[in-house]
């Protein structure tokens, strides 16, 4: 590990780490590897060749993991998932901002995403670190959303247009909302995140901000300023590990070819 070398991906996000095997890690390999994450939040691994098996032990050292009942998962390994677009599907599976679990009370800690299989062109993923989109509010929209509630639901027309056929059906039996704060603070960094996203941010709560909605919509179109997004041009081989917990992502639907990517979704202990 001590011999890695690292790249900085864009200014406020991200770093690439060449010449190391994921599948041949010491636990000092790991720590410093967590280090990483918490300074950069988003992990970019290449030329890897990780197993289910591999992905699964890589994953765990973060926590426990979920097993999908929305993806396709793994024949032995249950805890791994695969997100599949065929030539033919018309919808962008996560084509819209969000954490992973965003409307839940507590989220996932981080997602860990493995390309095996990459159209020729498009097909890309992109991202935002929310600290610095908190850090790049005003002082006075800060002071104003201190102590402020949002409701996050799931959208069944988002979710018509973004997700799987599995959650759809999920939905029908489970639908449900949380309120959280549109501030959250980072458990391991004490870093103060937006909370916003497009997929599960549905209205500011209380009588505090007076022009809720107009002030809701501004966050979520600050979400579309490409100075804060970083676009990850996937490789096959490709090993992807961002904090969830900060990190919004969404797939770009400018493909019609196969692309597959293994995944697995380290699930969240607590939240502030």
């Known amino acids: ?48 060749k990780l197993s289910p098996q591999n992905q699964i032990k890589f994953s765990k050292f973060w926590g426990e993991l979920e097993i999908s009942d929305t993806l396709p998962i793994d024949k032995k390994f249950k805890e791994v998932s695969y997100i599949i677009r065929e030539a033919c599907d018309v919808k962008c599976y996560g084509g819209g901002w969000h954490f992973e679990y965003g409307a839940h009370k507590i989220g996932a800690m981080g997602l860990v995403l493995h390309a095996l299989e990459i159209p020729e062109t498009g097909g890309e993923t992109q991202f935002i670190n929310m600290i610095n989109m908190y850090e790049k509010l005003s002082f006075e929209d800060k002071q104003l959303l201190e102590n402020v509630k949002v409701k996050k639901k799931l959208s069944h027309k988002l979710a018509q247009k973004y997700a799987s056929d599995k959650f759809l059906n999920k939905m029908k039996k489970i639908e449900f909302e949380n309120i959280v704060p549109i501030i959250k603070v980072h458990p391991k960094t004490n870093q103060k995140i937006l909370n916003v996203d497009i997929g599960f941010t549905d209205s500011i709560i209380g009588e505090k901000i007076k022009n809720k909605n107009k002030l809701l919509n501004k966050l979520k179109d600050n979400l579309n300023n490409s100075e804060f997004i970083y ?33 697995t979704l380290i699930k969240e202990n607590s939240i502030e």
């Open 231 to 263: 676009t990850h041009k996937w490789e096959v081989g490709d090993v992807i590990f961002f904090d969830n917990r900060c990190v919004l992502h969404k797939a770009v639907d400018n493909y019609n070819s196969r692309r597959v990517i293994q995944r």
């Open 1 to 48: 590990m001590l011999d890695v070398k690292i790249k900085k991906l864009s200014k406020y996000l991200g770093v690439e780490i060449s010449d190391i095997n994921l599948s041949k890690l010491t636990l000092l390999d790991f720590k410093k590897i967590d280090e990483l994450l918490l300074k950069y939040h988003f992990l970019c691994f290449k030329k890897q």
